[in-house]
C-alpha cells in the first residue's frame, strides 16, 4: 500500500520554541494531508486538512496562528507548533489521501510524531 | 451522542479465537467505512476499507456494514498475538472533504 513518511518520529523541545513535523507521500501524489493529534488511550482528533497550494482548513477551536500548516508540494506538508507549551505535548499524525478524485479514496496515516515540551 | 461509538475495551481472547469488533454511527450519510489497527505509540494502518453495505473478506479479516442498522463489524479469524493492538474504526461521507469520522477504539489482546 502507499506510504506516508512523518518526521521526526519524536521530539523534545523547551517551552517557547517552535518545533516543525513534516509529513510526506512517498510513493504517490497527496493533494489532501490531514493533520490529527491524539492523547494517551482516545482518539484521533482532526485539527485540520492541508490542501497542496492554498491555505489549510482548522477544526474548530484549533489556532490556526499555534499550528500552522505548509502544504507547499503535492508530496510534503508541514505543520509548525510555534511557541510550545506543555500542554501542546502530545502524539502528533498526519494521513495523506491517495488520488484526486473527490470521493473513494484510500487515506494512509503516517508512523506519528511525539512531542514532548518541557 | 457521539457520531461513532465504539466499545474501548480492553478485549482479551485466547489465541486462535474469533474477534468480532463493532461500531455504531448515528449519521446516516456516512457511505465509506474503514478499520484502522494501531499498535502502540504508532500510526494508524489501514486494514480494511468499505464503500456501502455489505462485505469484505481479505485474508483473516472480513468487514462488515449494515447501513440499515446503521453497524459495522470487523471479524478476526484465527487470532494472533501479533494482532494486540488498539482496533479504529473510521468512516466519511461522500466528498464532504474527505474528513474521517473516528470511533474511540477498541483494545485487544490476544493471549497465547
Known amino acids: 500500500g502507499a506510504v506516508v513518511s512523518q518526521h521526526p518520529s519524536w521530539v523534545i523541545c523547551k517551552s517557547g520554541t517552535s518545533v516543525k513535523i513534516e509529513c510526506r507521500s512517498l510513493?504517490?501524489?497527496?493533494?489532501?494531508m490531514f493533520w490529527y493529534r491524539q492523547f494517551p488511550k482516545q482518539s484521533l482528533m482532526l485539527m485540520a486538512t492541508s490542501n497542496e497550494g492554498s491555505k489549510a482548513t482548522y477544526e474548530q477551536g484549533v489556532e490556526k496562528d499555534k499550528f500552522l500548516i505548509n502544504h507547499a508540494s503535492l508530496t510534503l506538508s508541514t505543520l509548525t507548533v510555534t511557541s510550545a507549551h506543555p500542554e501542546d505535548s502530545s502524539f502528533y499524525i498526519c494521513?495523506?489521501?491517495?488520488?484526486?478524485?473527490?470521493?473513494?479514496?484510500?487515506?494512509?496515516f503516517g508512523e506519528g510524531s511525539w512531542l514532548t515540551v518541557v | 451522542q457521539k457520531e461513532v461509538e465504539q466499545d474501548p475495551g480492553p478485549l482479551s481472547v485466547p489465541e486462535g479465537a474469533i474477534v468480532s469488533l463493532n461500531c455504531t454511527y448515528s449519521?446516516?450519510?456516512?457511505?465509506?467505512f474503514m478499520w484502522y489497527r494501531q499498535y502502540s505509540r504508532k500510526g494508524p494502518e489501514l486494514l480494511m476499507y468499505t464503500y456501502s453495505s455489505g462485505n469484505k473478506e481479505d485474508g483473516r479479516f472480513t468487514a462488515q456494514v449494515d447501513k440499515s442498522s446503521k453497524y459495522i463489524s470487523l471479524f478476526i479469524r484465527d487470532s494472533q498475538p501479533s494482532d494486540s493492538a488498539t482496533y479504529l474504526c473510521?468512516?466519511?461521507?461522500?466528498?464532504?472533504?474527505?474528513?474521517?469520522?473516528f470511533g474511540t477504539g477498541t483494545q485487544l489482546k490476544v493471549e497465547l
Open positions: 473510521a468512516m466519511r461521507v461522500t466528498g464532504g472533504g474527505n474528513k474521517l469520522t
Open positions: 510513493d504517490f501524489q497527496a493533494t489532501t
Open positions: 494521513s495523506a489521501r491517495e488520488g484526486q478524485r473527490p470521493s473513494g479514496n484510500t487515506i494512509y
Open positions: 449519521n446516516s450519510a456516512f457511505q465509506y
